[in-house]
């Protein structure tokens, strides 16, 4: 028996649920699908598409060293996959598909379409829980509804784990001799960017990085995380995102690093673990409530707010020239590294969508498309908590002071040097409000935060 076991956000040999089955039941061949045209619609850029690029280079290599082959075709858009997995399945003699699942709406259509053009025509398509630690249906309410509140579904996970607990599956057996996949990343239109080769590619770089981190740095998380200025958070989300590493070898990690707890045991690293139930909490409601991988808010209410959408002050968001140094500083950085320290993922939103009231699709998008950990569920999760029109998300009141925030986290004005030249040489007041100490070449803020906030708090209020 041959299985086409069908890589998408999984290029990982280890806890590969797919792979891991069919490898058990027969041989295996390895196909991934590159969908452009599709990716495109979803905003992924080219540091993503570059990062991409190097851990399917990295992947057809593993594949190789256990006698896998790996076949990468064109498939520009998901209405196209049907065709070219059975064709695939014809030219090796393959009587099934098998794959991890995916749970945003577009790839649970795909994966219908899929399921049904194979199955009339005699292959069978086998769907895995991959890319969650707990899948979606299986943290539930006791009337057997799905959370919308973060803690109670974090109680019942917790739970659910201490009584089932889950390891990471190991890689296959070598099903042969080794073959070489040769690969052409330019062809495939997923070239290296200078951004996207700062993140080292592959499975054992993943692990590298996990097990640096679990060793030392989860210990401090609690203290570290919300400071952009240190390296305080585990930078593995790339990894994450394109599944190099999986929910559950980050768990299992944790776990052996906590002396196999759950929750208790070192702050540090329960407070990481929470952030791997924020991403699993994340998944469930992108499965469980489709209507939001529409484009739609999850509060219906919340899409009642009339946002102003002002082109001129959404590019000074962009481009970093908003005149709140911290602010400026995260955007830069987003422009500069693919990447965004969490807690400013957070300022930043908040000051797009309630400072100047642009629609947070617009942030969401453009953070999609500049990201190299670029993940819709937790992107899409993290926008709309910071707008208040998402599940458990901050309360419309809350607006974060740009300047509280540079006071309570970069206080010592080293991260906005890092990242505004404009700055490198004021004094660590001048970094909070640099209009308050006569600096020029600056900008001056482009919206009071006082008017802002109440401005914010009355469109809201009306809007609900």
């Given amino acids: 028996m041959t299985t086409l076991v069908w890589f998408r956000e999984d290029l990982r040999l280890e806890d590969h649920p797919a792979l891991h089955a069919s490898a058990q039941s027969g041989k295996v061949v390895a196909v991934f699908l590159v969908a452009a045209r599709q990716w495109a619609s979803h905003d992924l850029g080219i540091h993503h598409a570059g990062f991409l690029g190097s851990n399917l280079t990295a992947l057809a290599h593993d594949l190789g060293a256990l006698g896998i082959p790996l076949e990468i075709v064109s498939a520009p858009r998901f209405r196209d996959a049907p065709q070219a997995l059975f064709a695939l399945a014809q030219t090796h003699g393959a009587n099934a598909v098998a794959a991890n699942?995916?749970?945003?709406?577009?790839?649970?259509?795909?994966?219908?379409?899929?399921?049904?053009?194979?199955?009339?025509?005699?292959?069978?398509?086998?769907?895995?829980?991959?890319?969650?630690?707990?899948?979606?249906?299986?943290?539930?309410?006791?009337?057997?509804?799905?959370?919308?509140?973060?803690?109670?579904?974090?109680?019942?996970?917790?739970?659910?784990?201490?009584?089932?607990?889950?390891?990471?599956?190991?890689?296959?057996?070598?099903?042969?001799?080794?073959?070489?996949?040769?690969?052409?990343?330019?062809?495939?239109?997923?070239?290296?960017?200078?951004?996207?080769?700062?993140?080292?590619a592959g499975a054992a770089a993943a692990a590298q990085a996990l097990a640096a981190f679990t060793h030392a740095a989860i210990r401090r998380y609690d203290r570290d995380r919300d400071i952009p200025s240190i390296t305080g958070t585990s930078r593995l989300s790339p990894y994450l995102a394109q599944g190099v590493l999986s929910p559950r070898q980050c768990l299992h990690a944790a776990l052996d690093a906590n002396q196999g707890r759950l929750s208790g045991g070192e702050p540090g690293i329960e407070t990481w673990i929470s952030e791997l139930v924020w991403r699993d909490f994340y998944r469930h409601v992108i499965a469980l409530f489709p209507h939001v991988s529409r484009g739609e808010a999850f509060r219906p209410e919340a899409d009642r707010v009339p946002w102003r959408n002002d082109p001129a002050e959404l590019d000074a968001w962009q481009s970093g020239r908003t005149g709140y140094p911290l602010v400026d500083a995260a955007m830069r950085q987003l422009a500069n590294t693919g990447w965004m320290h969490n807690r400013l993922r957070m300022v930043t939103a908040m000051f797009l969508t309630k400072h100047l009231l642009i629609d947070w699709r617009l942030g969401e998008r453009h953070f999609m498309s500049h990201l190299v950990d670029a993940d819709f569920p937790a992107n899409n999760g993290g926008w709309q908590w910071s707008a208040s029109t998402g599940t458990d998300a901050a309360p419309y009141f809350r607006v974060f002071n740009p300047i509280t925030q540079a006071e309570r986290f970069d206080p010592s004005g080293d991260f906005v040097r890092h990242y505004v030249p404009e700055l490198a040489h004021t004094s660590a007041a001048a970094t909070l409000a640099p209009w308050r100490h006569g600096v020029t070449g600056y900008p001056h803020p482009i919206v009071d935060h006082a008017f802002a906030r109440t401005r914010a708090l009355e469109t809201y209020r009306k809007a609900r």
Avoid: C, K, M
Avoid at 173 to 185: E, F, K, R
């Fill in 101 to 200: 699942e995916e749970y945003p709406l577009n790839e649970r259509v795909r994966d219908s379409q899929v399921a049904n053009y194979l199955r009339d025509r005699g292959i069978r398509f086998q769907l895995h829980s991959g890319s969650t630690i707990l899948g979606p249906g299986q943290v539930l309410t006791g009337t057997g509804e799905p959370y919308t509140v973060f803690t109670p579904f974090r109680r019942r996970w917790t739970s659910h784990l201490d009584t089932n607990a889950v390891r990471p599956l190991p890689a296959p057996d070598s099903q042969g001799p080794p073959v070489v996949n040769a690969l052409d990343t330019a062809a495939l239109g997923l070239t290296e960017t200078p951004i996207s080769t700062q993140w080292p």
